[in-house]
């Protein structure tokens, strides 16, 4: 592997103990019934969405760094891949958790579209990958 993906990956996997802390997080909030997120049905459902998307999503951008190692692009063109796919793990789960920061939010705010954005990078790096590939 590249010292670039070597890199990447290793911030990836530290911020895996990022996603445990939120998923105790919340456990901690289910468990001592925090009023403003289990009464709150969009912020709870929000919130579970950001740790979900947060745990798969990086793991989804591990799986696929090894094979921009491997693909035709330029050193350039695999600098664009990687940020594209680096940048979902962090968007979406900020629009999820940002989008309704205080106890009393019954909707999300603008920050949602940071969500939009995250899919849009990881779309936009995963199509420039799988083409780089074939």
Request: proline fraction near 6%; charged fraction near 10%.
């Amino acid at each position: 592997m590249s010292s670039d993906t070597l890199t990447t990956a290793g911030i990836l996997l530290i911020t895996v103990v990022a996603v445990a802390y939120g998923g105790l997080t919340l456990l901690t909030h289910l468990a001592r019934r925090k009023p403003g997120y289990l009464d709150n049905p969009v912020r709870r459902g929000l919130w579970t969405a950001g740790h979900a998307h947060a745990g798969v999503l990086v793991l989804l951008v591990l799986v696929a760094l090894p094979y921009l190692d491997q693909a035709e692009a330029s050193d350039g063109m695999r600098t664009l891949i990687r940020t594209l796919l680096v940048a979902a793990p962090v968007l979406m789960p900020l629009g999820f958790f940002l989008s309704v920061p205080r106890p009393t939010d019954t909707r999300p705010n603008k920050l949602i579209w940071l969500t939009v954005a995250g899919g849009v990078s990881l779309s936009v790096g995963a199509v420039l990958l799988g083409v780089a590939l074939l």
